[in-house]
C-alpha cells in the first residue's frame, strides 16, 4: 500500500479523454496487445494520447501494463487507445483467446509450462 | 505488507505475438493475492488503479465525476513467460460484489480461477466464490497457510467451505513460489478435466 498508489495525476483521469464516456471499440481488452503504427508520433495530440504512443514505440505491450506505466485506470486508457486506432496510429491485436477463453491445446501447453518450472 | 510499485522501466513482450493468457488470483483483502503474484511472476508486480462510482461503474467521463463520489480500486498483476509462445497473466481481483462489473471485465477470457483463502475469515470467501461460479469460470481453492491461523484438516475445511467433491483443494504458503505453482497447476488440471468431460 506504498509507493505509486499514492502519487499525483497532472490530469484528472476523466479529463485524459476529453471528456468522453465510452470507447469506439467496445471489443478491447486488458490483453489486447498494442504495437506501434507509426514511425514518428504526429504533433497535436493530447498529452495522454502521447504517452500512449511514446511508451508502446520502442515494443509491444499489453495494455493494461500500458495502463499501469501510464497510472491510469484501464477504461480510460480504452478510450484513449480505441482514438489512437481509429486515427490510424496504433495497431491493437486482441488476445488469441478470446471472450470464450483458450482451447483445450493452449491449456495442455501451459499446464506443461507450469510444471516445467517446478525445481 | 504487500505493495506493488510500477517499474519506471517498461518490459516489454518478447516473441512473436505471443499467446496471452489471464489467470485470476481471487480472494478477499489481506489474503496474499499479491504475495503470490509476486513469488510466480517475472516481473515486479503492477497495478492499475480502476476509478469507479459507489455503484460499481467505471468512470471515464466529466460529468458523472462531477456527480459523484468515486473509488478507486488497485488491481495487482504480473507476467510469467511460458514456453510455446505463452504468457500467463495473473490478476489479484477483489471479492466484493459492489466491485462486479470490474469483476466481470477482469475475468472476460480468463483460463480460470484461483480463490485463496485465510482459514481466519472463511466466509469472505463465500462471496469470491459466488461471483466466480456466476462469471462461469472454473476453480481451485489454495488455503494460504498464515503462521497464526488455525489449521483444520482438508476434509473439515471443504465441509466448511460447501466446496464441491471435484473442486481442488490445496495448502499453500503464498510466499513459495513451487507451492503456488503447485496451485496453478492443480488448477488447470481441474479446468482440463471439465474441458475434456464438458465439450463446447
Not at chain 1, 485524459?16 to 481488452?29: C, E, I, M, V, Y
Not at chain 1, 486515427?87 to 488469441?96: E, K, Q, T
Not at chain 1, 506443461?112 to 525445481?119: E, H, Y
Not at chain 2, 510499485?5 to 489481506?30: C, E, H
Request: proline residues 7%; glycine residues 6%.
Amino acid at each position: 500500500m506504498t509507493g505509486g498508489r499514492h502519487s499525483r495525476r497532472l490530469v484528472p483521469a476523466y479529463l485524459a479523454t476529453g471528456g468522453r464516456a465510452h470507447p469506439s471499440r467496445n471489443h478491447l481488452d486488458r490483453l489486447t496487445t498494442l504495437h506501434a503504427a507509426c514511425e514518428e508520433i504526429p504533433v497535436g495530440l493530447g498529452p495522454e494520447q502521447r504517452g500512449v504512443l511514446e511508451l508502446i514505440q520502442p515494443g509491444a505491450l499489453p495494455l493494461v501494463d500500458a495502463a499501469a506505466y501510464l497510472r491510469l485506470p484501464v477504461s480510460i486508457v480504452k478510450v484513449l487507445v480505441a482514438d489512437l486506432v481509429s486515427a490510424g496510429l496504433l495497431h491493437a491485436r486482441p488476445p488469441i483467446p478470446q471472450a470464450t477463453g483458450p482451447d483445450i491445446e493452449t491449456m495442455e501447453k501451459v499446464l506443461d509450462g507450469l510444471r516445467a518450472l517446478k525445481s | 505488507m504487500d505493495s506493488a510499485r510500477s517499474s519506471p522501466d517498461p518490459r516489454y513482450l518478447t516473441g512473436n505475438d505471443p499467446v496471452l493468457i489471464k489467470l485470476l488470483i481471487a480472494g478477499p483483502f489481506a489474503v496474499g493475492k499479491t504475495t503470490l503474484i509476486r513469488a510466480i511472476s517475472e516481473i515486479a508486480p503492477l497495478h492499475t488503479e480502476e476509478v469507479m462510482t459507489q455503484a460499481g461503474a467505471f468512470v471515464d467521463n466529466l460529468a458523472e465525476a462531477e456527480h459523484k463520489t468515486t473509488t478507486t480500486v488497485a488491481i495487482d498483476f504480473g507476467r510469467l513467460t511460458l514456453p510455446n509462445n505463452l504468457v500467463l497473466y495473473l490478476f489479484g481481483t477483489p471479492g466484493q460484489r459492489r466491485f462486479r462489473l470490474l469483476w466481470e471485465d477482469i475475468a472476460q477470457g480468463a483460463l480460470g480461477a484461483l480463490v485463496m483463502v485465510d482459514t481466519r475469515r472463511l466466509d469472505e470467501s463465500f462471496e469470491v466464490m459466488d461471483l466466480i461460479e456466476e462469471a462461469g469460470l472454473r476453480y481451485a481453492v489454495a488455503v494460504n497457510a498464515f503462521p497464526q491461523a488455525p489449521t483444520y484438516d482438508l476434509d473439515t475445511l471443504r465441509d466448511h467451505l460447501d466446496l464441491r467433491p471435484d473442486t481442488p483443494l490445496v495448502l499453500c504458503d503464498a510466499r513459495s513460489r513451487d507451492q503456488s505453482l503447485d496451485a496453478l497447476i492443480a488448477l488447470v488440471e481441474h479446468v482440463i478435466a471439465h474441458t475434456h468431460l464438458e465439450p463446447a
